[in-house]
């Protein structure tokens, strides 16, 4: 069972930078896809970034200039780093860890960002 603590959101002025965590537990970032999604007030959840087993990163072309994602296999935590934020960045972002080749999923209670400005 994949278990799942998502953490570093919080309130931000436009043009300013937030690291969001994932720190997955029950089994190994090298056996699991991780990505983050992002819903806007109102509006869809859809996919931001996403990290493969084999550590692949991938990151939505609108966001690729200023978004970055990266794990740590020590601490198997996938992170999301959000630079020159925006106030469309606005929402809950959510970690969702796939193990690899399968058609399981899991998702946490996803953490509030907000932008002003």
């Known amino acids: 069972q994949v278990q799942l603590v998502e953490s570093g959101g919080g309130m931000v002025q436009a043009g300013g930078s937030l690291k969001l965590s994932c720190l997955v537990s029950g089994m190994k970032l090298e056996d699991l896809f991780v990505g983050w999604e992002h819903q806007a007030p109102g509006k869809e959840r859809r996919q931001v970034a996403d990290i493969s087993n084999a550590g692949d990163p991938y990151v939505h072309h609108s966001k690729e200039d200023r978004f970055a994602i990266s794990r740590d296999i020590a601490s198997n935590t996938v992170s999301l780093q959000m630079n020159n934020v925006k106030p469309e960045d606005t929402g809950v972002y959510f970690c969702?860890?796939?193990?690899?080749?399968?058609?399981?999923?899991?998702w946490g209670q996803g953490v509030q960002v907000t932008v002003s400005g």
């Open positions: 969702n860890p796939r193990p690899a080749y399968t058609r399981l999923e899991y």
